[in-house]
């Protein structure tokens, strides 16, 4: 529930009653239902005739939304997937910064498991990427722990080569599949924090 | 063996060892080839196959002709079809001096009997028949085992002619497909391409080494892998690693065919562990690389040493160990001009060369041979990007995987000679291994 400062819940109250007074009471007409609009009646002109409940609902209403959309940031915060140069698995700066925005999501819903999987690009061998990109998903995975993450909430898979998002023989395409994917595998994101009204 | 008198043995091979190592210019001489006594790398005997009757004669001698072709260690004379003089007989000797000219040492005169074929082989310059055999053709004609039959016969006779045994008579696995391969078997001279099972996503197909078996790891939808051993005979297949945790891959059959080698990894680094190939069991470390990443094992032919690939040093290199994995030791060395990436070690089955892929500064992999002698390094290609070497049971062929045409193909060559051909024509193939043989 949005809380208001008293003396100004309490002017709105005074003015939404001013407002009542003033109008003619209208010919019975449909009290205004709820938020969601139907498309048969025409809609009640919102300012006019929303009270205290009504607004108290629409303030729920918009709350439930920011609510949503900071849910579904988070899930896609804590799923963006990190890159890595050619043949290493060291986690760069930009990749450091990712997984910084993951920890505090997964520190705040402590039921959430992760399954992160490494991939490489498909210059060298077949046999050995697949171990590159267990080791590519393992450091991901040791930086997250390392900032206080339990270990047994990550799992760590490889893909090797076997799951290129392109096969073209270009960098534009090699850059691209050396990388870690990180997928929810149990749990709901249920704390977040909601970043506008 | 074809026998021949001692006198003229002994004569013959003092005359011959001058020509062993240069390429012969001319067709040898016959009196100075020794039939069957010793290969001399260099010098290739010239035989013809007589025209074999029967309505599937030709069939019976173009394999038999492809065969010791392919096996580059026998000259096959093509000969003329018009006019083509009869098969020689007791006391018809000026065919024999005939087939002389021709610069045939021997003739290969294959007979259709009810249970298969009556195989003579002629000594030219002995001017008669030097050995022969009866062999049995097992299936309809010009069918998968039919052909697998004629090649046990081409591989024996081309034993008798130049004492070693022909390489005709196997099988190649491999994965066709890039994403969800699965695995296939084909003979060795590209017929019959057979599916091994339905699994996508196989790799790193590994033969029993009776080869009634394949082990190969399997991609699954949440990542590598588990390891598989497929039942030529059953037609099936049994998952043998462990459920969940970790990546397995890169099974080998230890020469046993009772423990199988592979690579297990959880989180830091990967390391080559054994466990027993048909019975449950335990999985015991072998290689400890305390977080670096070890995979690709391959058997020494005695079952005591295994060479991997290793990035302890920072890179893919190839290392050798006991089967035990005390005494690790790095093979391959530092070379101006190359990415310092070498792997996929393959043993040959005579324990004297490891074939291996090494990267150079354009990204492209090309097939090296290391001698175990001396560590001597020899390259075989230069076209394309190569990988993938798998050595055949002569230790002298090599399947690998080669985008020399463009797409992704297997190819055999001849580390001798240097002399190759593309055995699969559908792309994206990969990962071949070359089956012991298959039959004698």
Redesign the interface.
């Known amino acids: 529930m949005h809380r208001v400062p008293r003396v100004l819940a309490l002017s709105f109250v005074a003015l939404a009653a001013l407002g009542a007074c003033k109008r003619k009471p209208a010919a019975q007409a449909p009290a205004p239902v709820e938020a969601t609009p139907v498309s048969t009646a025409p809609p009640p002109a919102p300012a006019e005739t929303c009270d205290a409940a009504c607004r108290a609902r629409e303030t729920e209403a918009r709350d439930a939304e920011a609510r949503r959309a900071a849910i579904a940031a988070a899930r896609s915060t804590l799923t963006a997937t990190i890159y890595f140069e050619y043949?290493q698995s060291e986690i760069t700066d930009e990749s450091r910064a990712k997984l910084d925005a993951k920890v505090p999501i997964l520190s705040q819903n402590a039921a959430v498991r992760i399954?992160i999987?490494g991939h490489t690009d498909s210059?060298?061998?077949?046999?050995?990427n697949?171990?590159?990109?267990?080791?590519r998903a393992?450091a991901a995975?040791?930086y997250l722990t390392d900032r206080g993450i339990d270990g047994g909430r990550i799992e760590?898979?490889?893909?090797?080569e076997?799951?290129?998002t392109c096969?073209d023989e270009a960098d534009s395409c090699w850059s691209r599949n050396r990388r870690d994917e990180f997928e929810i595998t149990g749990g709901d994101i249920t704390a977040v924090q909601t970043t506008s009204r | 063996m074809i026998r021949l008198p001692y006198a003229v043995a002994l004569a013959a091979a003092i005359t011959i060892a001058p020509h062993a190592r240069g390429v012969a210019q001319n067709p040898p001489q016959p009196e100075a080839v020794v039939l069957g006594l010793r290969y001399d790398p260099g010098t290739k005997p010239g035989v013809l196959v007589l025209r074999v009757a029967g309505v599937n004669g030709d069939s019976i001698r173009a394999i038999l002709q492809r065969d010791f072709d392919y096996g580059d260690r026998i000259n096959v004379i093509a000969a003329d079809e018009g006019g083509f003089p009869d098969a020689p007989t007791a006391g018809r000797n000026g065919n024999y001096s005939l087939y002389a000219k021709l610069g045939a040492v021997a003739l290969v005169q294959a007979t259709p009997t009810a249970t298969g074929m009556h195989v003579a082989v002629h000594d030219v310059a002995q001017a008669k028949v030097a050995r022969v055999r009866d062999f049995a053709l097992d299936g309809a004609p010009n069918s998968r085992e039919w052909r697998m039959s004629l090649h046990a016969v081409s591989d024996e006779v081309e034993a008798w002619i130049t004492g070693v045994r022909g390489i005709a008579a196997t099988r190649v696995a491999y994965v066709q497909g890039v994403r969800g391969g699965k695995l296939y078997v084909v003979d060795s001279d590209g017929a019959f391409p057979t599916a091994a099972g339905d699994d996508a996503g196989a790799m790193s197909p590994s033969w029993h080494p009776k080869g009634t078996h394949l082990a190969y790891a399997l991609v699954g939808s949440r990542g590598c892998c588990q390891i598989y051993v497929y039942d030529f005979a059953a037609g099936s297949a049994r998952q043998i690693s462990a459920v969940g945790g970790g990546l397995n891959s890169t099974p080998v059959f230890a020469p046993d065919g009772a423990v199988i080698v592979y690579t297990h990894g959880e989180e830091a680094g990967t390391d080559l562990f054994a466990t027993t190939a048909f019975e449950r069991g335990p999985a015991r470390r072998i290689t400890v690389g305390r977080g670096t990443d070890n995979t690709s094992p391959t058997f020494s032919p005695d079952g005591r040493r295994l060479a991997f690939t290793s990035g302890r040093l920072g890179h893919p290199e190839i290392y050798i160990s006991d089967a035990d994995g005390t005494n690790p030791q790095l093979l391959t060395a530092d070379k101006l001009g190359d990415q310092n990436y070498r792997a996929n070690p393959d043993w040959s089955p005579d324990g004297r060369l490891i074939a291996y892929q090494a990267q150079q500064t354009d990204g492209r992999f090309q097939l090296n041979t290391l001698s175990l002698r001396d560590r001597s390094v020899k390259q075989h290609t230069s076209e394309g990007s190569n990988e993938d070497a798998s050595w055949a049971p002569d230790s002298r062929h090599i399947i690998f995987s080669s985008t020399r045409t463009g797409s992704k193909q297997l190819f055999v060559i001849d580390t001798e000679s240097g002399r190759w051909r593309q055995l699969t024509r559908n792309g994206g193939v990969r990962l071949p291994a070359w089956s012991p043989p298959l039959k004698r």
Do not use: C, H, I, T
């Open positions: 043949d399954r999987a210059r060298g061998a077949d046999e050995y697949l171990a590159l990109g267990q080791r393992a995975k040791r760590v898979v490889s893909f090797g076997e799951r290129g096969s």
